[in-house]
Structures are given as C-alpha cells and as structure tokens.
C-alpha cells in the first residue's frame, strides 16, 4: 500500500492530510502560524512560518497515523491564492507576503487596467483587475517600496513557496497562475503580453504545469528529516479551490461546490472558457486538465460567524471552553432559537471589502433593520443568512451564464451545522450534498498527488473512487419562499450604500 500527502497552506493555518491509494483518509494535521496587519485591510503573513507550520504538521500527521514513511509515494500542494511571495536574487523572502484579503491595492488596480486596457484583461485573463490578486500586489510594491522592488528575482504564490523548500526548484499550476492578473487563461499559460506591458520580467514567474504533473522530488535533507523514501514526487497541485473542488468531484457538468470557510466559494465546472461580461465571477483554469471553473467569493463568509464569534461571542466562548463544545455549536443553537428572516433583520457580510458580485474594497458589514426587539440569537441567524443570500448572488451570475446547477456540494465550516446546511438548501433552491470526506483543498491535493504517482489512471477517475455523498438536504418549501422575499431587499440594498461607503473610507 503507497501513501499520499497533500498539504494545504491556508490563511490560518498549514492543514496536512494523508490518503492511502484508494482515496482513503487515513490521517490529518493542522498547524497553525499568525496573520499580520500592520493597517486597516492589509493582511500579511512570514512565508517562514508557512514552512514551519508545514514542517510541524507533516511531523504531526506521519506520528499519528504510525504509517511506515517509506510508502510515502507523493506530495501534492495547495493553497491560498493570489498571495505575493517576493524573493531576490538569492531566493531569501524580500518582505511579508501580501495575502488575497489584503485590500491595499485599490489605486494599482485601476493603474493596471489603465496601462494594459481593460478589453486586452478581460480577453487575456478573463477577469478584471481586483485588489486581492497578484499583480496589484507588485505594482504596489513597485509604488510604494521601490527599494524592495528592485530586488525581485522571484514571485511565488504560498504553496509554491512550500514547493520551493521541498523541492528546490521553481513550479506553479494552471489554477493558481490563473489569479495573478498575469495568466492567459484560454491558453493555460503566462501572458508576455500583459507582464511586458507592466515592466516585470517573465523570469520572475514559475513556469507553469497542469495539476497532476509532476514537478520534481522531495529534496534528500527533507526526505531524510521524516524518513522518506528517494525521489517522493511533487505534483503541481492547484489553487485551493481548484484543489477544493477535486476532493469535492466537482469535475463534470451540473456539479458545483458551495464552500463556506473564511471566504466564501462557489465553484462551478465547465468544460470550456465561460466570462461573465461585467466580471463579477471568476473564469479560471481547473485543476481538471484541460477544463475550466468559474467562481465566485465573498471575502468575509465564515470570516463574519469568526467575527461575531470574537466581538460579541465572548459567553458562547466561555461556556464552550468549560463543556469542552466547540463556540460556534453554541453560536448555531442560538440562532435556531430566532424564526427564520431574524425580525427583519439584515445582515450585509462585507466585513473587509468584497470581490462577488460587487469588486468594492470599500464595501463595509451592516446590519439593518435593528431594533430594540433583538437580541443576539436574532443576530446569529441573520449573519448565517445573510452570509447564504451574498452566496446566492454568486449562483444567480452562474445560472445566467447557462452554467447547469443540479447538485451542490457543501464544504467548509458552513457545512457542520444542521441549521447552517439548512438555510443554504432553501437559499440555493438546490439539493445540497454533504460528503464522506470534507478536508477540503488539502484532501484534493493528496488526489491530485495520486494521480501524478499513477495509482489513479485521471483526476475523475480519482474523484469516482474516493468522493462519496453521505447525506443531501432537500430545499424546504416554506423557507424557499420566505428566503426568496429576504433576498429581494438584501440585493437592494447595497446599491443605496455603496456612495456611503466611500465617503466613510476617505
């Protein structure tokens, strides 16, 4: 029996799953590192504490699953996306990385379309300029630390940094490249074009691989550290929501994946290059070979549970600690005790800007309708659905670019609470499929890893053997209609705020 790694360098977190090779999960790990913001809506982290917390967690996950590291076959990486890691000319990390959330980048977005034309980025890339990705992320550098910027030999996103200290050598994958504002999505390749127009170098990219190629081995001081066999493959890996959707098979048409941890996904599959003409959905490469994914995210989804949890849950937190439960468990009975609709109360997730269907990073978190009859279980309910009815604009864009909707799969952390499940359900007004394994990107990953070693003859058949759905939850009659009246005002309403919102942020 061969083994399989898959790391995922998340936001808050190094995760590592083991799998065996019949997609079984056999062990998991988390580490995890701090996040920096030295301002309001800059985000940052040590890309050294990535590596340490990839360390720790692989040291983690192979003690406990006792499994002879020898059968170790191959690693597959995932991650954040969008992250810029700057290196110079000795490969030593030139300033923190500058992360998908960070919304410092306003101004370079708009200098980037101005300098590119945004026809030639919507026919290139397939998106608009938008703070979270990379190439904004450059420019500001370019702008504001040109000390910094003419040191840059190398930029990396987060997993390919982790790539570069297992494996010493330089690689990306289709999906991750795709959200740099630098990637020729139809053509799976970096666009000359567009990296010439902007004054950077090709050199400074990776060259780029579809997911289940291989990259190169695990370097022989890293092998011996945790008892490797020689020549560990290392496959390209994906995004981590291309990655997501490979541990969720979503890998042919009519699937789609509904992922709600500290951003929210949603993750549609298509078989060709689909656009949303005003760019309110993500077109990107999948992790599939040769396909494609459209997405749309919302930047504060269980970020904003997270942050009631923080602000205002401080009982919930008490409590939990002395039973031994889990906060958001008791944040999640609190809201069942609210009707649905909460009193009327609204709540509006754009807690640090937002990306889907509005690309504001001036866009700010609201509740409306408040009155002296709420309390916090009407409060809870409303942040629970109000972060569902922000998702719902994602599958109206989709379902209007003729993407076929028939199934979604829940991930993440909205997909453990029953109430939570239940309000995405009606909201969609689709079943909702809840699954065996829910490890999200880092589970993909190890797929991805099994299909690069072989045990797997294609990422679908990788996904028939080892994605099984336990559970679906039908969209209840009743909450459908009072859902659909919610979503009519909550789709109204940030229009009349978006000229306030501006006016807060000078």
């Not at 692989?58 to 699953?65: H, P, T």
């Not at 290059?273 to 995210?297: I, L, N, Q, S």
């Not at 990107?441 to 058949?461: I, Q, R, T």
């Amino acid at each position: 029996m061969e083994y399989f790694l898959g790391i995922d360098v998340g936001t808050t977190g190094c995760k590592i799953v083991l799998v065996d090779e019949n997609g079984k999960l056999i062990g998991r790990a988390v580490e995890e590192y701090p996040l920096y913001t030295p301002r309001p809506n800059w985000a940052e982290q040590n890309p050294l504490d990535w590596w340490q917390g990839t360390l720790k967690a692989m040291e983690k996950v192979l003690r406990s699953s006792e499994i002879d590291p020898q059968k170790i076959a191959g690693i597959g990486l995932t991650g954040q996306m969008h992250g810029s890691v700057f290196l110079d000319a000795h490969y030593e990390v030139l300033r923190p990385a500058i992360l998908w959330c960070d919304q410092r980048t306003a101004l370079e977005c708009e200098e980037i379309t101005r300098i590119v034309g945004e026809e030639r980025i919507m026919a290139i890339n397939c998106n608009p300029v938008l703070a979270g990705f990379t190439a904004p992320k450059i420019q500001w550098v370019k702008n504001n630390e040109p000390e910094i910027y003419q040191k840059i030999a190398k930029v990396l996103l987060p997993k390919d940094y982790i790539r570069f200290c297992l494996i010493g050598e330089f690689a990306t994958d289709v999906s991750d490249a795709s959200g740099t504002s630098l990637f020729d999505v139809p053509r799976r390749k970096w666009s000359e074009e567009i990296i010439s127009a902007l004054g950077y170098s090709l050199s400074w990219f990776a060259p780029s691989f579809e997911s289940p190629e291989v990259t190169g081995y695990v370097r022989p001081e890293i092998g011996k550290k945790f008892g490797f066999r020689e020549k560990v493959v290392v496959v390209a890996g994906g995004g981590d929501n291309a990655a997501g959707a490979i541990g969720t098979g979503i890998v042919k048409p009519g699937l789609v994946s509904a992922s709600l941890g500290t951003s929210g996904v949603v993750f549609a599959f298509s078989e060709e290059v689909k656009v949303d003409e005003r760019g309110r959905v993500h077109t990107f490469c999948h992790a599939v070979p040769g396909k494609w994914h459209v997405m749309g995210v919302m930047l504060s989804a269980g970020g904003s549970l997270r942050w009631f949890r923080d602000a205002l849950g401080s009982e919930e937190k008490e409590v939990a600690m002395l039973l031994g439960k889990d906060p958001y468990e008791l944040l999640s009975q609190e809201a069942e005790k609210a009707l649905p609709g909460a009193e009327g109360l609204i709540f509006l997730p754009y807690l640090t800007g937002e990306r889907t269907p509005h690309a504001d990073p001036y866009a700010r978190g609201v509740f409306f309708g408040l009155t002296l009859k709420h309390r916090k279980n009407e409060m809870v309910r409303a942040v629970l659905e109000g972060v569902t009815l922000g998702m719902r604009d994602s599958f109206e864009i989709i379902r209007g670019m003729e993407i076929p909707i028939e199934e979604v799969r829940a991930i993440g952390g909205g997909a453990r609470s029953g109430l939570w499940r239940k309000i995405q359900a009606a909201v969609y007004q689709v079943p909702l499929s809840l699954l065996l394994v829910d490890e999200g990107p880092a589970f993909g990953a190890a797929l991805l890893a099994g299909v690069g070693n072989k045990a797997f003859s294609s990422v679908e058949d990788a996904c028939r053997q080892a994605v099984k759905v336990t559970e679906t939850v039908m969209p209840d009659g009743e909450l459908v209609k009072e859902y659909e009246r919610l979503y009519q005002i909550y789709r109204d309403l940030y229009p009349v705020l978006r000229p306030f919102y501006r006016r807060v942020a000078r």
